[in-house]
């Protein structure tokens, strides 16, 4: 099981912790949401718990309960800008359907 960060995501959430002062990494899961199913979650962590995962990539920390990982097993998190707009992009091969306003998505 895995999740990976692009360049451009780990330097996003770098400067997070940077500007935040403290947080050992991005805390990633999802919850029951939306008319799909689920929706992702995003948080900064300031701790790694028992149940927790970690995946390490450009010097920065992906935290993931372990009851969560089925569903984002294989996920790349990506960091885009277009003109005025940036978020983080959720690439993830899990996913068989999302709802129209993309907020929540289906797995099988």
Known sequence: MSVSLTESAARQ???QLEKRGQGVG??????????SGY??????????????????????????QKNDLPFID?????????GINEAFRFNNPNVTGSCGCGESF???
């Open 39 to 64: 929706a992702y979650t995003l948080d900064y962590s300031d701790g790694i718990e028992k149940d927790d995962e970690v995946f390490e990539e450009f010097g920065v920390k992906v935290i993931v």
């Open 74 to 82: 294989g996920m790349e998190l990506d960091f885009r800008r277009e």
């Open 13 to 15: 959430i770098k400067k």
């Open 106 to 108: 289906t797995t099988n």
């Open 26 to 35: 991005l805390k990633l899961g999802v919850k029951k949401s939306g008319c």
